[in-house]
């Protein structure tokens, strides 16, 4: 299993960067896909969501900036981070959860998501 999210950088306040995450080795159309960060000395936090279907969510601090889809031809979720502000200067994770056949939504809690990428660095200067 390999997740290899890529895009980060380094953008000024206002600005725009789109994430990607190339997956292998796992049904990718069985699972759910999130996007999470971690800025340093806080936990990882969610970010983004979407099922298996494409049903997507968002935590309360980007919704309105953040746009998360994914392609389940080739395998790739992404992350449209637009209207960046220094608080969202993290490393940013993709990660896969085996979805849930009793819910539409993917789950919230990073416990629930097996596999992770190696993260990349998402910075925004004041």
């Known amino acids: 299993v390999q997740l290899q999210a890529s895009g980060g950088g380094l953008m000024q306040t206002g600005g725009s960067l789109a994430l990607s995450c190339q997956t292998s080795?796992?049904?990718?159309?069985?699972?759910?896909m999130g996007w999470f960060r971690q800025a340093p000395g806080k936990e990882r936090e969610r970010v983004s969501c979407?099922?298996?279907?494409?049903?997507?969510e968002y935590g309360d601090s980007v919704k309105g900036r953040f746009t998360v889809s994914r392609d389940n031809v080739n395998n790739m979720v992404y992350l449209q981070m637009n209207n960046l502000k220094p608080e969202d200067t993290a490393v940013y994770y993709c990660a896969a959860a085996l979805a849930n056949p009793n819910t539409l939504y993917a789950p919230v809690q990073k416990t629930s998501y097996a596999y992770w990428g190696q993260g990349t660095l998402v910075t925004v200067s004041s």
């Open positions: 080795g796992f049904t990718f159309d069985r699972f759910a």
């Open positions: 979407a099922s298996s279907d494409g049903v997507t």
